[in-house]
Structures are given as C-alpha cells and as structure tokens.
C-alpha cells in the first residue's frame, strides 16, 4: 500500500557529519537538534545518532541528546536508530529512548556467545536490530560471504534469540566502487544480489545500508555522488532493499539525471564495462554544479494542437486553454471527443510524471486548474448533446468525518485522483458515517477515502468501519489525514471491516493505491499483501506494548519535575482577566509566518528558506512560493479575510496533577480547573514523569502563580474566497488560500505570545529574530488540548468557556472538539522558565480512571477521547 523504502537520515553522526561533530564537541545542544529536526523535515523516517567521538563521553552526550529529541515532537515522531561501536553507549540510549528504536549495530565478529547475549538484550527493549555482515573471520566482501554471514545470523537470532524476523534489519555491506582496484568492480552488484536473496530466502528480515559509502571514492563531487546514490537505490529497491542511511535532502530524481551521466554512473555501479571508472572520473572533472534554470518561450504555441494542450496541461498554463479546446471540439467534432482524447492524453502525461516524481504537487494542481477550466469551456456543449459521459476509471467518495473541519489534505488528493481520470465526489467536512454510506450507495461509489486531523476523528473512522460490516458494505476503504498511520489502521479500524482497509500517506501514494482497488487484475493480490501487513503492524504493535516498562500513578507522581518553589520567579501579569482583538491587521502577522509547513502541505520537503535552493524541489518551491506571495499581499491589501483574538491571565495554583484558576488573588473563587495526564513511562535515572501541572506553584507552597490562555483565528472569510475560486474552477487558489490561512493563525499565536510574554513584564526586553521566535528560543510555552502534553480534546470546552471563544473571536467548538473556522489556534501560557513541551506517551488505566473521576466522566466515555495514549485494551 506504500512505499518499501524507509530513509534514514545520517546527519546526526559525529563519524559522518562536520558540522554534527563540531556542534556536539562545542556542547552546542540546541543548534544540533535542528540537524535532526531538518533530517525529520527533508523525509527522514528513521535519524541515526552516533556519537563515537574520541574527545567525547559518548554515554553522556548519547543519552544528554536522546533526552532533549524526546522533549521535542516534532523530531520524537520517528523512530531513532542508536548507533555505535560500544556496546555500553547503545545501552544507554536503549534506556532512554520511548517507543520502538533500531539498534545499529550487532554482528558475530566476537562470536556466537556475545551475539546471542547482545541480542537477547536489544529484544528485552523491545527493540529492532540491524545486524552487520561481519563475523568471526571479518566483514563479507563478496556475494557468498554476505550470504553465509546473514542465513546464520537469522538461524541464530530466530531460533536461539527469540528474534521476530521482522525485527532483523541485514546490512550486507555497501562498499566503495569507482576506486579504480578491480577486486572493488563488484561491490555494488553483490551488494544487491545479496540483498535479493536475503528478502527471497530469509522470511521477514529486512535489509538495509549506509548508502553514502558507495560513492566515497568521489566525494567533494556532490554532483556525481548524488547521481550514484539515486542509480544504486533505484537498483537496490528493487531488489528489495527497505532502508538505507541517506541524507534525506540531498537525493537527485533517478529520471531527471543526465542520460550521459546516469549511463556513466551505471556503468560503474553494475560493473558493465572494465573501463567505466576511468570514464566517469573523466567525465566528473568536466562537471561544473549550477542551477538549472527553465527557458520560458512561446515556442510551444507554434506545435500541433495535442502538443499545445498537453503542454498547458503540464505546465499548468490556463492562458490559451479556452480557445484551444474550441479549437479542438471544432476538429473533433464532439466535445466528448476533446475530453477523452487529447485532454486526457495530457492529464495522463501529468498522472505518469507525478508517479515517476518528475512532477511534484503544486504543479499537478495548477495542472487541475487548466482540465477544469477546459471541461467547463466543454460542459455547455455537452449539455446540448445530453450525453456528459466521460467513461472514468471508477467513483471515489472522499469525506472529512464528522466532528472535524480540516480539508486541504483531502482536497489535494482529490484532485490528485481527478488528475488520473478518477471521478471524485467531494462531501466536504463534519460528514457523519450515515450521510458517507448513504451517498455511497446512491453513488454506487468504488472506493470511500476518510480523511480526519484531529484525534477523535481517528474513533468516528472506526464507527463508519463498522456501520460499513454491518450494512454489508464490500467497497475498499481508504484513511488519510495528519493523525492516521498505518499501524493505527492495522490496530484500530481494519479488523473491523473485512473489504480491504488501507492506510494512505499522502497524495502520491493515493493513485497508485486506488489503481490497484479498481483493477480486476491487481485488486485481490494487493488485498492480500495489505491483509499482510497489517497482521505484521499488529503483531509488532503489541510486542512493544508488552515490552514497555509503565509506572503506577503514584510512582510517577512521585518522580514529578522537581522545581524549587521557594526561590523560582513568579511573573506577575500586568492585568487580570480578557482582552479582545479584534481585526488585527494582517500586515502584521506577515513577518510571524513560518513557512516550512506552508510546503509540507504542498507535499514538498525542505526547511525554509533553504527549500528555496535545493537541488530537487527548489524550481517548483520557488514557483509556489511566488504565488503564494502574490495572493498573500492580495489578501492583506484588500483585507479578504480576518484575523480576531482573544487572551487572558489569571491567578492559578496547581493541585496535585490540575490546575486552579482563581477570579482574583484572594483564591476564595475558582473559576475553572484544567486537568492534566502525566507520563508514565518509567525513566531513566535523572529522567522526570512530567504533567502540564508540574509548571504551576502547588498551592500548599502559598505562593501565588498565573497561567494564561488565547485563542486566536485567521479563517474568517476563508469560506467566502475558495467558493470564488472554486467557482473559476481553480483548485490551486483554492488550496493556497486555507495553507496561507493556516499560516496566518500560527503566526497570530506567535505574534500574541510574544505580547502577552511583554505583558507578563518577564518578556519585555526580548530582541529575537524570526528564526528565532519560530525555535521558540523563549520563557515559557504555549500548549493546547489535543496535542502530545496534553492529548485529551476535551479540555477545550473548559478553555473556550474561559475565554468566551466564540462570543468575542467568532470561533467554535464541533462535537469532537475540532476548531471552526478551520484556521484557527488555541491554548495555554505558562511562564515558568523550566516549563517545557513533552510528549505523553502511554498511561495505564490507574491514571484513566482516576483522570475520568476528577473530570466528572465516565471511564468508557475518556477511553474513547484517550484512545491513541492507553497502554491496555479496554
């Protein structure tokens, strides 16, 4: 259902990478996490940290920063790969980190014993292993080596170790080629024989590889290395190969390189010719690096009249659409014709360069723009006829399930699939599963796709499964959206519905995987491999919920992070009570915006503004970020939409794991009680079992603190403007404006903590850059119910009553809790400068329960709202 290969990212190995290094050695912490973090954001599933350094405490500085990428959400959703040459630093990082890890790496070179040993420890953790081509008589260097070292290393691991196989990652050695020694010629094609016979003989297992190796022999050519690394992996995946340690952001497209140059590279790579090291150094010398810039002509306007219309269609020029579509219905002679002739040729040139990834996101929905425009141009004429048939491949339904609001990613997907022939009926957002299965029906849809961002959606996707079985539905179902994964399918909602259940990453992977449902020749195969997988996702799901080491309540209550209230600072805000902003000018919020996920809603990887120069995506990152440019200014000069807010402080105590909120400094009235969860995964020693409340003054300290509270919107008109849009049948101006409204709402909640730090008078003299407002290189924190610290939504009807959200800013609470406007953000202040973000994890039913009695709830009614964070079925 996706893609094999997992990325690793490499750049946080003080062995790899200079600049790594000389940060960790500096003791400079934070700016080496935004090396993980950037590795997280350019596509790495997987970060190796390695820090075998020999002016280091490789322990210290291993579990020092385990510890700060635990405490940050945003690089904690992947999974680390501990890696190093010392057994005792491996096992520090094994007691740090939370979830499931990857060892790198154990081998057989001190012998069976301490193999059996090493691995049985890393299967306590609950951990994966990668398990290097290595034994007592050295590293494989050749074909036969590789495969006597891995069959008994799997022997072993299985049958003595207790290893699931799926838990065995093979490095079978990727060596240098290119250096010119013919013993070396071969490396490369060992290396993927190898692998081969691994995925065909060893059940399970999967194979792995530190990628950058294979083009040592070239390095300062960034040029040929990248060039060598897209060739072998493109060779390597397909014979099997499942992850490999790459620089996530630095790949070149195997179809975009030179044809000189990728025959240069292959040569060397399947050792083709004797010569082919000696022609690719002479070629790489001839190499200069530069940007390729596109040369704009009209030229295309002197070809056929199919060239022209697949050339709009793939450049997403609407500006000639009109009269070349009539001037096709003219030759055709029906508009039909036009339709599933050359507009579809085009579209399908469109559809094949996006799956090659020759074509990225914004492109295939300007691409979408210029069909629309062209069927409407055709719809009259049609009617005329009273035959609109235009034979699609199949009917999608897409929905946003009820009680969420959120549809950019949705939206794109459907005009993903529309792109490829698929009709798609859209049924917006708050759709509930009997108006879903009733259109289904009406329909006589092919396949249903969920689409949900909020967390409760992810139980209302259960409930549409399960009303799907017991109307008897046979119609394949498909889930999407930010807080869907595909072990939480394979968990949560595929057992529930016997027709295949798929989990969709993102747009790319949505066409391929509709292809197959629709195909009779494709569909029951795939339906297998996805039943598969599943069984393989629950199976690993619940082998890491029995290998987790959980507290009682009590014992992590007793493990709370310790502040010395005596002696902290208490800031005292300079009033008490809301305030209310109404119309803030958006001009102001401009400079706040971070526009790093303004990209990732495009499907675009990239940090900006260094997006804006990468080698692959760059072109197309600059072309939307122009565009977005231009609509931005349009929206702020001629104020299409606004932006409203509402924040406060109070006087606040925490109480055992709540926080009070008093009317005024006496305490004698408590106006509303926020309730916090707190970790329960046992620590490591030195380690804290944090809750939001931890960060207030206990009351029993007698010393008064304050919390604050906002909630903030830029969607006030958003609606408005995508139905104009829309009606011009422009999808791409349609998704700009929610992805810059979204931008615009972030920034307004950057831009009101940075006023109410000022007036809170500890953050009055603060001088910091964008960059560094976005690090949120400040006192203090600003979470929100429904996110990792505090995952329960529910808070939110207390914080709305707080602040009167929808009375003073016009935002409103769903059944489940979800924001509308859409483009709207939500939380709380907390000034305490040892507060800081973290991430729940599991907790046990002692804290369920006794969570649900302080909030006046039933057990079974928090269950479902706590669903994704419960260590126990209920």
Known sequence: PETNFVNIGERTNVTGSPRFSKLILEGDYETALSVARQQVENGAQLIDVNMDEGMLDSEAAMVRFLNLIASE??????????????????????????????????????????FIEQARLVRRYGAAVIVMAFDEKGQADNYERRLEICSRAYRILTEQAGFPPQDIIF??????????????????????????????????????????????????????????????????????????????????VYDEIPKDLLELVEDVLLNRRADATERLVTFAETIKQKDKTEIVADEWRSATLEERLSHALVKGITDFVEADTEEARQKLGRPISVIEGPLMDGMNVVGDLFGAGKMFLPQVVKSARVMKKAVAWLQPFMEAEKNADTKPQGKILLATVKGDVHDIGKNIVGVVLACNNYEVIDMGVMVSADKILAEAKARNVDIIGLSGLITPSLEEMQHVAKEMQRQGFTTPLLIGGATTSRVHTAVKIAHHYEPPVVHVLDASRAVPVVGQLISDEHRANFAIQNSLQQTKDREAHEASRVQRKMLTLEQARANATPIDWATTDLAAPAFTGLRVLNDFPLAELVPFIDWSPFFHAWELAGVYPRILDDAVVGEQARKLFADAQTLLNEIVEKKLLTARGVYGFWPANSVGDDIELYSDASRSSVITTFHTLRQQIEKRAGQHNQALS???????????????????????GVEALCAKYEAAHDDYNSIMV?????????????????????????????????????????????????????????????????????????????????????????????????????????????????????????????????????????
């Not at 290395?225 to 630095?250: C, T």
Request: hydrophobic share 40%; glycine share 8%.
């Open 738 to 874: 929610k992805a810059l409204a979204d931008r615009l709402a972030e920034a307004f909640a950057e831009c009101l903590h940075q006023k109410a730090r000022a007036d809170w008078g500890y953050g009055a003299n603060e001088k910091l850059t964008m960059e560094q407002l976005i690090k949120e290189n400040y006192r203090g924190i600003r979470p929100a119910p429904g996110y990792p610290a505090q995952p329960d939504h529910t808070e939110k009807r207390a914080l709305f009553e707080l602040l009167q959200a929808e009375k003073n800013v016009g935002i409103a609470l769903t059944e489940s809790f979800a924001m509308w406007p859409a483009s709207s953000v939500s939380g709380m202040y907390f000034a305490n400068a040892d507060s800081q973000y973290f991430a729940l994890g599991k907790i046990e039913r002692d804290q369920v329960e006794d969570y649900a009695r302080r909030k006046g709830m039933e057990l079974s009614v928090m269950e479902r709202w706590l669903a994704p964070n419960l260590n126990y079925e209920p």
């Open 171 to 252: 490095d079978p050695n990727i060596l240098t080629v290119g250096t010119g020694l013919e013993e070396h010629a071969n490396y490369a094609v060992d290396f993927i024989e190898a692998t081969r016979w691994i995925k065909q003989n060893l059940t399970g297992a999967r194979v792995s590889g530190g990628v950058s190796n294979i083009s040592f022999s070239f390095r300062g050519n960034n040029t040929v290395r990248e060039a060598m690394h897209s060739a072998f992996l493109y060779h390597a995946i397909k014979a099997g190969l499942d992850m490999g340690i790459v620089n996530a952001g630095q790949l070149a």
């Open 694 to 716: 931890d960060f207030i003054a206990p009351r029993e300290t007698n010393r008064l603190d304050s919390l604050g509270a906002f909630a903030v919107t830029a969607g006030i």
């Open 73 to 114: 959400p945003d690089i904690a959703r992947v999974p680390v790969v501990i890696d190093s040459s010392k057994w005792s630093v491996i096992e520090a990082g094994l007691h740090c980190v939370q979830g499931k890890s990857v060892v790198n790496s154990i081998s057989m070179k001190e012998g069976e014993a301490k």
